[in-house]
């Protein structure tokens, strides 16, 4: 059984404030990319767990991580799973790489072993191993809030075209929101402006439009910790990207381009500034 594990970027990112228990309130609106990692699920004794990136190969995988929590949830033990973890995100960029590879295990398993867990079950447990991976239970665009556990899917078709280039050094989500100087957070209903905008623009389908409604409030903080982002995100315009928008907490950018030949040109002009580059599209529901 093979399953994809897409990419993610944030359209939107706005914190809302500090909560008491140290993590972020968000809202934020959140799109899969057809690029993706690809997990293989086999039968097998036990749970074996292998990597193209023998460093990923480790119990303190987001994946294996998902398979025993599943395991631990099931009324009879299973029997094993041998899961094999074809990488093609790249780690610290913010794309959401490992979440969404935990997410894909915990939806495939859950079938494989014939779990039944209800996707409400699924979305809870998503939420204990990261704030990113309820989203990728759903999709593939939805309004995020809360810490990430409330996901409200968004139904747009735009196929949007990125490129996507990443610098060497990589960014921890904890050292960026650290740096970030967030009041407390007040409980609200109300969804910020920033949402509702991006959501229209989605709906108009015109790039230039999305590109004019990004926001992260996360680029501040990240470019203190990464300076070379700067230039990278002129590089990126002066590439033909219609804006250019951080990557979650980075480090990796995404550019909004116009059509899939100037994502093509420009992640190919661009491996000369940063060491890894590519081009996706926005995953959108079937008409
Ligand atoms: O939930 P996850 O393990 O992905 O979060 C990594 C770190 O990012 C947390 O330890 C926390 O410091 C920060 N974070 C936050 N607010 C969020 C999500 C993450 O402060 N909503």
């Not at 029997?79 to 959401?96: S, V």
């Not at 490129?163 to 929101?177: C, E, F, I, M």
């Not at 623009?201 to 990240?222: F, K, M, Q, S």
């Not at 000369?272 to 995953?283: G, H, M, Q, S, V």
Request: hydrophobic share 45%.
């Amino acid at each position: 059984m093979q399953v994809p594990a897409p990419a993610k970027i944030n359209l939107t990112l706005r914190v809302r404030g500090k909560r008491p228990d140290g993590y972020h309130e968000l809202e934020s609106v959140m799109q899969m990319l057809t690029l993706a990692d690809t997990l293989t699920i086999a039968d097998a004794d036990g749970l074996v767990f292998t990597s193209s990136d023998p460093a990923l190969q480790t119990e303190a995988n987001l994946a294996v991580r998902a398979a025993r929590l599943l395991m631990a949830h099931c009324p009879t033990p299973p029997r094993g799973a041998k899961i094999h973890l074809e990488k093609a995100i790249p780690m610290r960029a913010g794309l959401g790489g490992g979440s969404s590879d935990a997410a894909a295990v915990l939806a495939t398993l859950n079938e494989f072993w014939n779990i039944r867990l209800t996707l409400d079950r699924l979305a809870a447990l998503a939420a204990q191993l990261g704030s990113d991976v309820p989203f990728f239970l759903d999709g593939p665009c939805s309004v995020i809030r809360g810490r990430g556990e409330t996901v409200v899917p968004v139904l747009h078709h735009t196929a949007g075209h990125v490129v996507l280039a990443k610098p060497a050094a990589g960014l921890s989500t904890a050292d960026v929101y650290a740096r970030l100087h967030a009041e407390p957070a007040h409980a609200s209903s109300e969804h910020l402006p920033e949402t509702a905008a991006m959501i229209a623009a989605l709906h108009t389908g015109d790039a230039t439009v999305i590109a004019r409604t990004l926001v992260n409030d996360l680029e501040a903080p990240a470019f203190a910790l990464l300076p070379e982002l700067a230039r990278g995100r002129q590089r990126m315009l002066e590439e033909g990207c219609l804006g250019v928008i951080l990557c979650g907490s980075g480090s990796a950018l995404c550019g909004i381009c116009p059509d899939a030949t100037t994502a093509a040109h420009a992640a190919l002009d661009l491996t000369n500034d940063f060491p890894w580059t590519a081009t996706a599209r926005f995953i959108v529901p079937p008409l």
